[in-house]
């Protein structure tokens, strides 16, 4: 296949496409057999010619001619998407290994360790995904929080109740692995080419349902309500771990290995290791969730041009105060989220439908904050910290009502007392407030400050009415759980990996993760190598 690249105007038609694939190779239509879109998105920048700027890798007729005649032109081969492809066969072993939790990172090692043939156990302290959303809509209902099943826990992980986005900052050849992967299970075909993928969380649910189906057909087990109370460790190795299940109490599983993939808001888990495995506090981000409408977030980027995505964004800015303040999991179309798994706390998130449909965009505006921010000097204070300000918004109205304020109030320093045009889409209901009362001045006056400097790079941004709902507090994990080169914490043969042990930032690095932790492990045990 030939690489090439091509404009599209936004309302494209095949006929537009196959005539500007043509063209940029310089070949009739008739010579191309195939084609490959290996990368979409759209261009903004200037407004009066928004397009689609497309990678497509093209398989002609007469290829090699073509590459003789045309010395720049750049061969491209379809990359490895499939786990199958670099997964070895093994012979399983007396002792499955162990796996606990199911989000991203743990539903990718059981899969990974599935195919080799080695027959892994998952336990994941939440619900399956199909029980796990009945939870999560009682909860919004009712107001009854399942403290291990919810928004944070249960099969699929955090991000499955959000806006299933795919976007990753890291570098590696896993990731296409990791979307192919997903597209088998079910996801949309684009997640392979848009520069910013999403599922979607009506889609990620059953993405996540087929992915549990097909471990346990390839001979491993999943057990839910399944939550690691203690390890089994002997002169230093891992030996067994102790799990509290919801039907069969305390039990214990022999184990020569077992990855650690908790997620990031395990806080009992966090505790328990913390005497037992070397780890440390880390640096992350709190802060607001901020609505817009999202016509006014598509007039921003879009101008006048019709037909277009609902539109994102992704801003940052650093401070002239030393902090930095960005916007974080943009949910166009979408909705303000609970996302505690605590009682008596309030913790939002973002959530959008595959659709993304809804009247309001909105987004985390996050400030960082470090372990000199914590107030104390041990692995457990930024759970420490998180816990603090979500609980003083839960307090401001003694519910799970989250505070709320107009941007025009909180540079004004008042508390707001009712809604502009936009209008919150928090399912609980808000309470007008000061967020001051809930979360740092520091976090207050960069919010303030950055979202005057975003304005200027989308207008609108700054809108008096925009409404900044609290606290966002959950972005990633608070606390690194250290791990050698071989994927070893300090006990040999438990191996932390994914977003709660502080390696990972979202779905597609997770996922990538417990690729490489699960293949790690198959070698570490002596079974094979990648």
């Known amino acids: ?287 607001v969730r901020i609505e817009h409408l999202q016509k006014n977030t598509d007039r921003a980027q879009y101008g006048d041009t019709c037909g277009l995505p609902p539109a994102t964004y992704s801003l940052a800015a650093h401070l002239d105060n030393g902090r930095s303040c960005y916007t974080f999991c943009m949910c166009p179309g979408g909705y303000v989220m609970p996302a505690t798994s605590e009682e008596n706390a309030v913790v939002t998130n973002g959530m959008s439908y595959f659709a993304r449909d809804g009247v309001n965009s909105n987004s985390a505006l996050l400030v960082g904050v470090t372990p000199q921010d914590f107030g104390a000097d041990n692995p457990l204070a930024g759970v420490e910290f998180q816990r603090k300000y979500e609980r003083a918004a839960f307090s401001i109205s003694n519910s799970y009502k989250a505070p709320c304020q107009r941007y025009e109030d909180l540079i004004s320093g008042k508390p707001s007392s009712k809604a502009g045009e936009v209008k919150p889409t928090y399912p609980f209901g808000v309470e007008y407030a000061d967020l001051r009362e809930c979360l740092p001045d520091y976090v207050i006056n960069s919010i303030g400050k950055a979202v005057g400097i975003f304005d200027k790079k989308l207008r609108g941004f700054a809108h008096p009415d925009a409404l900044l709902t609290g606290v966002e507090s959950r972005s990633s994990s608070p606390v690194r759980i250290l791990r050698d080169e071989k994927g070893d914490s300090s006990v040999v043969g438990l191996m932390p990996c994914g977003e709660g042990a502080g390696y990972a930032g979202g779905i597609t690095s997770a996922a990538v993760d417990g690729i490489n932790i699960a293949l790690k492990l198959i070698e570490n045990s002596g079974k094979g190598g990648n």
């Open 1 to 287: 296949m030939i690489k090439v690249q091509f404009k599209l105007p936004p309302n494209y038609s095949q006929t537009d496409f196959d005539r500007q694939m043509s063209l940029a190779l310089r070949v009739a239509p008739d010579e191309v057999t195939e084609y490959k879109i290996i990368k979409k998105s759209l261009d903004c920048r200037d407004k009066s010619k928004i397009h689609y700027l497309m990678t497509v890798g093209v398989g002609l007729r007469a290829e090699n001619k073509y590459l003789s005649r045309n010395k720049k032109a750049l061969p491209y081969s379809t990359p490895i998407n499939s786990l199958d492809k670099i997964v070895p066969k093994v012979k399983a072993s007396d002792k499955s290994p162990i796996i606990i939790g199911a989000g991203p990172a743990g539903l990718f090692a059981a899969l990974t360790l599935a195919k080799a043939g080695l027959k892994p156990i998952i336990f994941e302290r939440g619900k399956c995904v199909e029980e796990r959303k009945k939870s999560v809509d009682r909860f919004i209902a009712e107001g009854v929080l399942d403290t291990q099943s919810n928004v944070q826990f249960g099969e699929g992980g955090a991000g499955t109740f959000s806006d299933g986005k795919l976007n990753t900052g890291i570098n590696s050849e896993k990731i296409n692995i990791a979307l192919g992967e997903l597209i088998k299970y079910g996801a949309p075909e684009q997640i392979a080419y848009d520069s910013k993928p999403h599922i979607g969380t009506d889609k990620l649910t059953q993405v996540v349902a087929n992915m549990r189906r097909d471990i346990i057909a390839l001979g491993g087990e999943v057990y839910f309500n399944s939550r690691l109370t203690d390890l089994i460790i002997k002169d230093g190795r891992l030996t067994g771990v102790y799990i509290e299940n919801a039907d069969r109490g305390l039990w214990s599983v022999d184990c020569d290995y077992c990855i650690l993939a908790i997620g990031h808001s395990a806080r009992d888990t966090f505790e328990m290791l913390s005497s037992k495995v070397l780890m440390q506090a880390k640096p992350f981000s709190v802060g």
